[in-house]
Nanobody, 125 residues
Framework: QVHLEESGGRLVQAGGSLRLSCAAS????????MGWFRQAPGKEREFVAC????????YYTDSVKGRFTISRNNAKDTVYLQMNSLKPEDTAVYYC??????????????????WGQGTQVTVSS
């Protein structure tokens, strides 16, 4: 069992930056591939970024490439999402998720085993 807790979401103006954190606890949290997803009102949850458990590989959805960076500090059992040049369309609840498996890119919600409760990011125009 792994518990995930997101933090760092808040109201920010367009063009601004935020860093989200996802703290993991429980059974071997450093062995999980980790992902960030987001869900805007009335829309389905969508993939944002992921990182393998060893940090060797990352992957981003096209709309955030060049603006967002996913990273992890396994010594602190924490995964980060640095978000720069934020746009109003980035407004959503952001969730982190953990996938138990080999160090490969994991993009689908159904492949993740554990989820956090989410943190709200609101970007004003």
């Amino acid at each position: 069992q792994v518990h995930l807790e997101e933090s760092g979401g808040r109201l920010v103006q367009a063009g601004g930056s935020l860093r989200l954190s996802c703290a993991a606890s429980g059974r071997a949290p450093t062995m999980y591939n980790m992902g960030w997803f987001r869900q805007a009102p009335g829309k389905e949850r969508e993939f944002v970024a992921c990182i393998t458990w060893n940090g060797a590989n990352t992957y981003y959805t096209d709309s955030v490439k060049g603006r967002f960076t996913i990273s992890r500090n396994n010594a602190k059992d924490t995964v980060y999402l640095q978000m720069n040049s934020l746009k109003p369309e980035d407004t959503a609840v952001y969730y982190c998720a953990g996938n138990w498996g080999p160090p490969v890119v994991v993009k689908h919600t159904t492949d993740y085993d554990y989820w956090g409760q989410g943190t709200q990011v609101t970007v004003s125009s």
